[in-house]
Nanobody, 117 residues
């Protein structure tokens, strides 16, 4: 079982930056896929960014060049650095660990990001 706790959300003006953190209750093997999803009101949850077991990073087209996903294995923590935020980035952001070996997704509780002037 993996417990994930996000932090770092908040209110930011357009063009601003935020860094989200996701702390895991234990180590996350590199064979797991880790990533960030978001869900805006009235919309489905969507993938924002992820790190694959091979270490590759994937990003949604809407955030490429603005967001960076990373991990610190020593701290069992993943991050999402968000720059040049736009109104349409407003959503609840969730961190995710996909453990393919057991076919299970672990989710954090979510953190709200609001981009507003």
């Amino acid at each position: 079982q993996v417990q994930l706790v996000e932090s770092g959300g908040g209110l930011v003006q357009p063009g601003g930056s935020l860094t989200l953190s996701c702390a895991a209750s234990g180590s996350i093997p590199r064979i797991d896929t880790i990533g960030w999803y978001r869900q805006a009101p009235g919309k489905e949850r969507e993938l924002v960014a992820r790190i694959t077991p091979g270490g590759l990073t994937n990003y949604a087209d809407s955030v490429k060049g603005r967001f960076t996903v990373s991990r610190d294995s020593a701290k069992n923590t993943m991050y999402l650095q968000m720059n040049n935020l736009k109104f349409e980035d407003t959503a609840v952001y969730y961190c995710n660990v996909r453990r393919s070996m057991i076919g299970h997704d672990f989710w954090g509780q979510g953190t709200q990001v609001t981009v507003s002037s």
